[in-house]
């Protein structure tokens, strides 16, 4: 039910990996049509990769993504946040196959033009769409769904039945399930769409572009440029602010444009529709994501707020294991409750993680000069403490890892989340702390932990992983976790450690992706001891490790000039 990214991502891989099944696409508008939302993470390019429309959405040239530049945290002063370093930013002709750079930055889409490749994408691989069809009655026996009917009266029955409906949620009202709200982030957003010729063109860097996220003293201002000549600028702020402060969406959305400096001069001359749109955008769980023959999937599980524009991501990812759990329910080869349970529990626990990391942002940005008593409300709900080694072992409480076996959270590595928190940090110092730095011994920590088989998703299969979980927190035996984990069974001594980990990523790691490989790990092993699961101390006789995060680095750096990043 739906016919956006979650409906066709889940029907194109089905129909990828069994042809044999029959996959119908109820989609209630006429597409294409128009939809906020559009800038991603680099997660999704694989996504569309292995959809098989990678080569369909780079024809249509939309702006390729590099990261963000901010103006957030302690004070107005613009950083930046990318996803690569400047040097690995390569003017490539387009359109480029998905390699090298190009597997590591994100795109900014119109949805329209998206969301309507990925809805014929899934066509062609067999999926019947049935567009201006809404479901207006489910059949129900129980937790068990029995039919759709459509608005056109026609009955669609199968085994499987999938809400991919977007935050409405269809199936999920119908089935009863109960939905959450974990944080006070309560928003409401105003946005509009801009033109002029050459708009966005001193934005360019190496014709790819960043988001400009841009703080007001009520909320904040996002700018995401769609072509040279278009850019999709919206105003994110607290619905009791909006509510409270006695002007419509417009004014409001007027006056903040004209208090942010970047903003108001890039828009100067540009031509706007004229009709500002708004939504909602209140954060919510739900308590379930499955039942008897059904799956919620994408933003029918739940929503995070969008600071961290990682709503797409999200939903890619969730469409992706949805479409490989029931992928893995017809072959029969794994428990079917263990499939359903480990979604279920996988995709709520993305969503609360994002949830947990946007309580962060707000809460530390000091930029919000009419919120202070509202971010600080969502510190005090969320038991935030705002010093670097306080805050990161909140964030990490049960990992911050979106893929398994990986420390990687909404487009950032662990070395970009200590420097965020640098960034946001309101303590004297700002200093970022690494547990393992100046430290030479390392234990492994694991009594008292329980084995588990978690639930990890790769080429069309769920495939069983083994993990540790104590006190609520997963610690996956995978990637490069495994690897250090493994090494820690052996030796304890930092040499001894370095020595066998060079000497697995020489044996593992192919040409060039050596020193990716010893960060991970290096990574897991700082994520491990912030989480418990590994015990530091120092011995004399021994050289220490060092490991610390710059002020500025490849990744998270100071902007230029008025708040652009140009080199």
Same mark, same amino acid.
């Given at each position: 039910?739906?016919?956006?990214?979650?409906?066709?991502?889940?029907?194109?891989?089905?129909?990828?990996?069994?042809?044999?099944?029959?996959?119908?696409?109820?989609?209630?508008?006429?597409?294409?049509?128009?939809?906020?939302?559009?800038?991603?993470?680099?997660?999704?390019?694989?996504?569309?990769?292995?959809?098989?429309?990678?080569?369909?959405?780079? /024809?249509?040239?939309?702006?390729?993504?590099?990261?963000?530049?901010?103006?957030?945290?302690?004070?107005?002063?613009?950083?930046?946040?990318?996803?690569?370093?400047?040097?690995?930013?390569?003017?490539?002709?387009?359109?480029?196959?998905?390699?090298?750079?190009?597997?590591?930055?994100?795109?900014?889409?119109?949805?329209?033009?998206?969301?309507?490749?990925?809805?014929?994408?899934?066509?062609?691989?067999?999926?019947?769409?049935?567009?201006?069809?809404?479901?207006?009655?489910?059949?129900?026996?129980?937790?068990?769904?029995?039919?759709?009917?459509?608005?056109?009266?026609?009955?669609?029955?199968?085994?499987?039945?999938?809400?991919?409906?977007?935050? $409405?949620?269809?199936?999920?009202?119908?089935?009863?399930?109960?939905?959450?709200?974990?944080?006070?982030?309560?928003?409401?957003?105003?946005?509009?769409?801009?033109?002029?010729?050459?708009?966005?063109?001193?934005?360019?860097?190496?014709? /790819? $572009?960043?988001?400009?996220?841009?703080?007001?003293?009520?909320?904040?201002?996002?700018?995401?440029?769609?072509?040279?000549?278009?850019?999709?600028?919206?105003?994110?702020?607290?619905?009791?602010?909006?509510?409270?402060?006695?002007?419509?969406?417009?004014?409001?959305?007027?006056?903040?444009?004209?208090?942010?400096?970047?903003?108001?001069?890039?828009?100067?001359?540009? /031509?706007?529709?004229?009709?500002?749109?708004?939504?909602?955008?209140?954060?919510?769980?739900?308590?379930?994501?499955?039942?008897?023959?059904?799956?919620?999937?994408?933003?029918?599980?739940?929503?995070?707020?969008?600071?961290?524009?990682?709503?797409?991501?999200?939903?890619?990812?969730?469409?992706?294991?949805?479409?490989?759990?029931?992928?893995?329910?017809?072959?029969?080869?794994?428990?079917?409750?263990?499939?359903?349970?480990?979604?279920?529990?996988?995709?709520?626990?993305?969503?609360?993680?994002?949830?947990?990391?946007?309580?962060?942002?707000?809460?530390?940005?000091?930029?919000?000069?009419?919120?202070?008593?509202?971010?600080?409300? $969502?510190?005090?709900?969320?038991?935030?403490?705002?010093?670097?080694?306080? /805050?990161?072992?909140?964030?990490?409480?049960?990992?911050?890892?979106?893929?398994?076996?990986?420390?990687?959270?909404?487009?950032?590595?662990?070395?970009?989340?200590?420097?965020?928190?640098?960034?946001?940090?309101?303590?004297?110092?700002?200093?970022?702390?690494?547990?393992?730095?100046?430290?030479?011994?390392?234990?492994?920590?694991?009594?008292?932990?329980?084995?588990?088989?978690?639930?990890?998703?790769?080429?069309?299969?769920?495939?069983?992983?083994?993990?540790?979980?104590?006190?609520?927190?997963?610690?996956?035996?995978?990637?490069?976790?495994?690897?250090?984990?493994? $090494?820690?069974?052996?030796?304890?001594?930092?040499?001894?450690?370095?020595?066998?980990?060079?000497?697995?990523?020489?044996?593992?790691?192919?040409?060039?992706?050596?020193?990716?490989?010893?960060?991970?790990?290096?990574?897991?092993?700082?994520?491990?001891?912030?989480?418990?699961?590994?015990?530091?101390?120092?011995?004399?006789?021994?050289?220490?490790?060092?490991?610390?995060?710059?002020?500025?680095?490849?990744?998270?750096?100071?902007?230029?000039?008025?708040?652009?990043?140009?080199?």
């Amino acid at each position: 039910v739906g016919g956006g990214p979650a409906g066709s991502t889940v029907g194109s891989l089905l129909r990828k990996y069994n042809p044999s099944l029959t996959v119908a696409i109820l989609e209630k508008e006429r597409f294409p049509r128009e939809h906020v939302g559009e800038s991603q993470l680099p997660a999704v390019g694989a996504v569309l990769h292995e959809m098989g429309v990678w080569d369909d959405i780079e /024809a249509c040239n939309f702006v390729v993504k590099l990261g963000a530049t901010y103006t957030w945290g302690k004070s107005q002063e613009p950083w930046v946040f990318s996803f690569i370093p400047r040097d690995d930013i390569l003017d490539t002709p387009r359109p480029a196959p998905f390699e090298g750079w190009r597997k590591r930055v994100a795109l900014q889409v119109d949805r329209a033009r998206y969301d309507d490749i990925l809805l014929k994408h899934s066509a062609k691989l067999g999926c019947e769409v049935f567009e201006e069809t809404g479901v207006t009655k489910v059949l129900r026996d129980g937790d068990t769904i029995l039919g759709l009917v459509s608005s056109s009266e026609k009955t669609f029955k199968g085994r499987y039945y999938i809400d991919a409906s977007g935050n $409405i949620g269809v199936l999920r009202r119908a089935m009863g399930v109960p939905i959450d709200s974990p944080t006070i982030l309560q928003n409401v957003a105003f946005w509009d769409y801009w033109k002029k010729q050459g708009l966005n063109v001193e934005l360019l860097e190496e014709k /790819a $572009i960043r988001v400009q996220v841009r703080s007001v003293p009520f909320g904040w201002l996002w700018y995401i440029a769609l072509s040279d000549d278009e850019t999709s600028v919206g105003l994110v702020c607290p619905s009791s602010y909006f509510k409270d402060c006695g002007k419509d969406a417009e004014t409001l959305y007027k006056e903040a444009i004209q208090l942010e400096p970047l903003i108001s001069r890039l828009l100067t001359d540009a /031509a706007a529709t004229g009709d500002v749109r708004a939504t909602k955008d209140w954060s919510f769980l739900s308590d379930r994501a499955y039942g008897d023959n059904w799956f919620l999937c994408g933003e029918s599980v739940g929503f995070a707020d969008p600071i961290l524009a990682a709503g797409m991501t999200l939903t890619h990812s969730c469409a992706q294991h949805c479409a490989y759990t029931i992928l893995e329910l017809e072959r029969g080869e794994h428990d079917a409750s263990w499939l359903r349970e480990q979604y279920n529990e996988i995709q709520r626990k993305r969503i609360q993680q994002h949830m947990k990391f946007a309580d962060y942002w707000y809460s530390a940005n000091g930029c919000f000069t009419d919120l202070q008593e509202h971010c600080s409300e $969502i510190a005090g709900n969320s038991g935030l403490k705002l010093s670097p080694e306080e /805050a990161f072992r909140w964030l990490s409480n049960g990992a911050i890892d979106d893929n398994v076996g990986q420390v990687g959270f909404g487009g950032f590595n662990l070395a970009g989340v200590k420097q965020v928190q640098h960034r946001l940090s309101h303590d004297v110092s700002g200093k970022v702390v690494y547990r393992i730095d100046g430290r030479n011994v390392f234990k492994l920590r694991t009594e008292g932990a329980t084995e588990k088989v978690i639930a990890r998703v790769e080429a069309g299969e769920v495939r069983p992983v083994r993990a540790l979980e104590r006190d609520g927190d997963v610690l996956v035996l995978a990637g490069a976790y495994l690897l250090v984990y493994d $090494i820690l069974l052996k030796v304890k001594k930092v040499t001894d450690f370095l020595s066998l980990l060079k000497a697995e990523i020489k044996l593992r790691g192919t040409p060039g992706e050596e020193v990716f490989l010893y960060r991970a790990a290096m990574q897991c092993l700082e994520s491990m001891a912030a989480r418990g699961w590994v015990k530091t101390s120092t011995d004399p006789k021994l050289p220490l490790l060092r490991m610390d995060t710059p002020e500025e680095g490849e990744y998270i750096f100071s902007a230029t000039g008025d708040g652009i990043s140009l080199g």
